[in-house]
T-cell receptor, first 112, second 115 residues
Framework: GENVEQHPSTLSVQEGDSAVIKCTYSDSASNYFPWYKQELGKGPQLIID?????GEKKDQRIAVTLNKTAKHFSLHITETQPEDSAVYFC???????????FGSGTRLSIRP | NAGVMQNPRHLVRRRGQEARLRCSPM?????VYWYRQLPEEGLKFMVYLQKENIIDESGMPKERFSAEFPKEGPSILRIQQVVRGDSAAYFCASSPQQGAIYEQYFGPGTRLTVT
């Protein structure tokens, strides 16, 4: 099947703390895992991605980890700031590689 | 380098009318994807096109919806005889290479309201 499960659906953290969002996928042939950030009234913006030949990738305060055996990957945001408040989506391609399936999204709120 | 362009940004149609949504990919990109997003929900794949070819339309409703990406000009998503349930945000994304294993860059979306 084609399924990407994302948790939690909402997340509230204190400014400065870390936030973690997790996704699981069902297609073991998936080999590319992007994360998108969507602000209110805007289109999704690619913020980081990882391919199956690495287990972790970092870009400043954002990191993504991948566990291919368990078929899950996570987004980590450290030292959260108010501008991190948004909806975050994970995604994974189908084995046919003609499309990607998105998770249901996580609404992240940063408390001042 | 301009990003993905979509127009109109907002579109209001009465039930039974036609809606045409346009998407111009990023310069140098020849692969376009269309997605639909209902309020408070995720993105649902609709169709994947290359210039003059539909590669995967498995997410398109069987009736009233069609998409094209001509040799010249933008990609068009067309919805005939719109109904209230078509009200949603429609996003297109473009990619530089074939296949979902490459980065997709999204436009700002067209918000369709059917009255």
């Amino acid at each position: 099947g084609e399924n990407v499960e994302q948790h939690p659906s909402t997340l509230s953290v204190q400014e400065g703390d870390s936030a973690v969002i997790k996704c699981t996928y069902s297609d073991s042939a998936s080999n590319y895992f992007p994360w998108y950030k969507q602000e209110l009234g805007k289109g999704p913006q690619l913020i980081i991605d990882i391919r199956s030949n690495v287990g972790e990738k970092k870009d400043q305060r954002i990191a993504v980890t991948l566990n291919k055996t368990a078929k899950h990957f996570s987004l980590h945001i450290t030292e959260t700031q108010p501008e991190d408040s948004a909806v975050y989506f994970c995604a994974a391609p189908r084995s046919s590689a003609s499309k990607i399936i998105f998770g249901s999204g996580t609404r992240l709120s940063i408390r001042p | 380098n301009a990003g993905v362009m979509q127009n109109p940004r907002h579109l209001v149609r009465r039930r039974g009318q036609e809606a045409r949504l346009r998407c111009s990919p990023m310069k140098g990109h020849s692969h376009v994807y269309w997605y639909r997003q209902l309020p408070e929900e995720g993105l649902k794949f609709m169709v994947y096109l290359q210039k003059e070819n539909i590669i995967d339309e498995s997410g398109m409703p069987k009736e009233r919806f069609s998409a094209e990406f001509p040799k010249e000009g933008p990609s068009i998503l067309r919805i005939q005889q719109v109904v209230r349930g078509d009200s949603a945000a429609y996003f297109c994304a473009s990619s530089p290479q074939q296949g979902a294993i490459y980065e997709q860059y999204f436009g700002p979306g067209t918000r369709l309201t059917v009255t």
